[in-house]
């Protein structure tokens, strides 16, 4: 086996040189870039190498507000987008003549473009001169007051930008659980149900353990997305989001780099290199956590 071990890293090559060429050098080079101080594009010269670039990002307010936006976006958005795709999906797999119909009802948002449904989010929630929108319509036939969610309270900004979000990345998980779901082995539920188990114990005993690994995927990548979270902000507030107050961590790296007071890469590469390590830490705490909830499962 040693001897034809060669062919193995053969098989490998093309894999590994893909990754080199444009996961690996990107993030080296972004993290030169990062050291950079007083880096110029034009010129393309600095005039040294230290870690002003990191103190300059975590002090300035645009990013301090961008990544409170973006956590606030996070701790929301992946647990309940997970737990109301998990109970549509408990649903569906219930219905089964109907099941194919509303797999792709509940799909259709994801294939939709973001921006377009971004557009009828402003639609039903934005006041305009001729109409409070369909959503302030509803709260003020209910006897509440209108507010104005796409240029009102911050918290009402953010309210329209968590149920966007929830409403674009919900589909997706629906289909995956609905998927995990239908591979559970009936046996178990036949034995369960032979022993008059009750169905919140079937659920929690071997529903839950058995789509388990399905669940912390969904979350682990719904903590990544949610973080690289940005088209969903322009599709709601536009290109300025600093002055709009919600723009997210990605969104403050593209100002950075192209904004109208673009043109600093190297404070951009700083900016991506602390995105980097949030999110690598995060993703690190939940696969520990998900291993060792399945090694309990096992046990």
Same mark, same amino acid.
């Given at each position: 086996m040693r001897k034809n071990g060669w062919k193995g890293w053969l098989y490998l090559l093309p894999a590994v040189a893909f990754l080199g060429v444009f996961m690996v050098y990107p993030l080296v080079d972004v993290l030169i870039y990062s050291l950079e101080e007083g880096y110029n594009s034009a010129s393309q010269t600095f005039f040294g190498v230290g +870690?002003?670039?990191?103190?300059y990002v975590l002090h300035d307010t645009?990013? +301090?507000?961008? +990544?409170?936006?973006?956590?606030?976006?996070?701790?929301?958005?992946?647990?309940?987008s997970t737990g109301?795709?998990?109970?549509?999906?408990?649903a569906l797999s219930s219905i089964k003549w109907l099941q194919n119909l509303f797999q792709t009802v509940f799909f259709l948002p994801y294939v939709t473009n973001t921006l377009a449904v971004g557009l009828v989010f402003m639609i039903l929630f934005k006041k305009t001169a001729y109409s409070d @929108?369909?959503?302030?319509?509803i709260i003020i036939w209910f006897g509440g007051e209108s507010v104005d969610f796409i240029e009102g309270p911050y918290w009402a900004r953010m309210f329209v930008l968590c149920f966007y979000t929830i409403w674009i990345v919900m589909p997706f998980k629906i289909l995956i659980?609905?998927?995990a779901l239908a591979s559970v082995n009936r046996t178990y539920y036949?034995? $369960?149900?032979?022993? @008059?188990?009750?169905?919140?114990?079937i659920f929690t005993r071997i529903t839950l353990p058995m789509i388990s690994p399905i669940i912390f995927y969904l979350v682990i990548t719904g903590f990544i997305g949610a973080f690289k979270a940005y088209s969903d902000s322009v599709a709601l507030?536009?290109?300025?989001?600093? $002055?709009? @107050?919600?723009n997210t961590i990605v969104g403050y790296i593209y100002d950075m780099l192209y904004g109208s007071g673009g043109g600093y890469p190297s404070f951009a590469g700083a900016a991506a290199i602390i995105l980097f390590a949030i999110v690598l830490t995060i993703t690190c705490i939940n696969l520990l956590i998900s291993g060792?909830?399945? $090694?309990?499962t096992a046990e």
């Open positions: +870690l002003y670039n990191y103190s645009y990013f +301090l507000q961008a +990544l409170k936006n973006t956590f606030i976006l996070v701790i929301i958005t992946v647990p309940l109301i795709a998990l109970l549509i999906s408990l @929108g369909l959503v302030n319509l659980l609905t998927s036949d034995a $369960a149900r032979i022993d @008059g188990t009750s169905r919140f114990r507030f536009g290109v300025n989001l600093n $002055a709009a @107050g919600m060792k909830m399945q $090694a309990n």
